[in-house]
């Protein structure tokens, strides 16, 4: 019990709520003297935690503590002080925070207690607060027509439930309007259309109750290889760009498709990781093999811009003459170039020979190849250097003509195209 110096001092009681939003809202209520003498221990009940002081001037100790609220009691101990108050109402999962003091406030004497309602998790909340009745959610796929019919079963009969789509990054995001099934219906069921089905494409459903818990169901989430679609290139900036239609962890990279074994080079100094961010290429080569390959824990997949002819690409060919390769570069638009012959000890790598040369379109330029040089793994190699990121082709067994061997202008040229 709290002190009171006379009979017509009171306590305060305050009670705070911290709410889902984190704001707080609170109560108080006055406890004021009593007329009459009672036995505190027989009487004092739910009232909570009091201190009480035996005379005025005279030091304050502990008289008694409880741990319940009770709806509408009444309180008394030696000092007469009464409470009055009835229930308040609380939410799942809320804190309650409730202080008592004396008014004036004696002996610097403030109690304080908390309370933390347990969640929908807890068995006996969970099963008899309607607010933790979200309900159990399935789906009929309709392809064709791009719709998602969902049943919903487990909930209370006789109130409405809130169905939609929504895409799920941080939150869920609104995928159009949300239906509602009426409680006093008994078709159960709701049709909603879909542009795409994504891996973050979820069904969400919740009771029409304020706070009430929400269920999710996502059952595209391992269908990724739709996403390495949204690819963009644009041509006065050459840039080539890609951005996730779902959270992703992927790493990008830019490789070399090369036709004789479906097999894509990785290209040096081109790998990016995105979780949810785009992924940009600057200054890119719209050569039909540059292509960008995506890899997940799943595995990887490779998509290849250009392959389809829509944007210009460059040819290299050679032509062997004695002992010189002539190299020509023929591109629709106006491109700088770099030749070299290299020894190709394995698939992606080809070990310089020689000296770099430098072309321009519709320029060439002869290479002396010498006998030791020519080999089934020389190759003449060239990239664009006008850009950043550039796939380098190579032609390899080439022809060497030397003094001595039987050759004429008629030798076939051979040709790098796509």
Known sequence: MLPASSKTDAVLAQVETINDDG?????????????EQVD????????????MEQAPGKACGLWREASHWSRGFTVKANLLVQVQFNCIEVNV??????????????????????????????????????????????????RARKILTVNVSNFPRDQDYYVRLCHKWFTCEDVGAFAVIKGKESFKSVSLKYSQLL??????GWLA??????????PFENDTQVLWDNIVYNPLTQTLAWEPACPVL???????????????????????????????????????????????????WIKCPFAHGEFPAWKMRT?????????????QTKAQFSVLVCNRT???????????????????????????????????????????YSVPLQICDTYCGFHGQPHSDGNPAKAMTH
């Not at 704001?23 to 007329?35: D, E, H, K, Q, R």
């Not at 990279?253 to 290429?281: A, G, W």
């Open 250 to 300: 992927v790493t990008v990279n830019l490789c070399r498709f090369t036709k004789s074994n479906d097999h894509c080079e990785d290209i040096e100094n081109s790998f990016k990781n995105s979780p949810e961010k785009q992924v940009k290429y600057s200054r890119v080569d719209t050569h039909p093999r540059l292509c960008m390959k995506f890899t997940t824990k799943r595995g990887s």
């Open 23 to 35: 704001s707080t809202s609170g109560i108080s209520a006055f406890c004021y003297p009593l007329m």
């Open 209 to 218: 109750l304020p706070d009430a818990r929400r269920i999710q169901l996502c």
């Open 199 to 204: 891996p973050c494409l979820c069904i969400e």
């Open 319 to 331: 032509v062997a003459a004695a002992e010189q390769i002539q190299v020509f570069f023929t591109s």
């Open 93 to 142: 999962a809320q804190h309650i925070y409730v202080t008592m003091k004396t008014v004036p406030h004696y002996c610097e004497v403030k109690l304080s207690q908390q309370y933390y309602v347990e969640d929908c998790r807890n068995s006996d909340v969970g099963k008899y607060i309607p607010a933790c009745s979200a309900g159990k959610l399935d789906y009929i796929l309709d």
């Open 40 to 51: 505190a221990l027989r009487r004092l009940g739910p009232c909570g935690k009091l201190l």
């Open 346 to 388: 394995q698939m992606a790598s080809c070990e310089s020979l020689g000296m770099h040369h430098s072309v321009s379109v519709g320029d060439s330029v002869s290479i002396t190849i010498s006998q030791e040089m020519c080999g089934s793994t020389v190759c003449i190699q060239g990239w664009r250097t006008d850009v950043d």
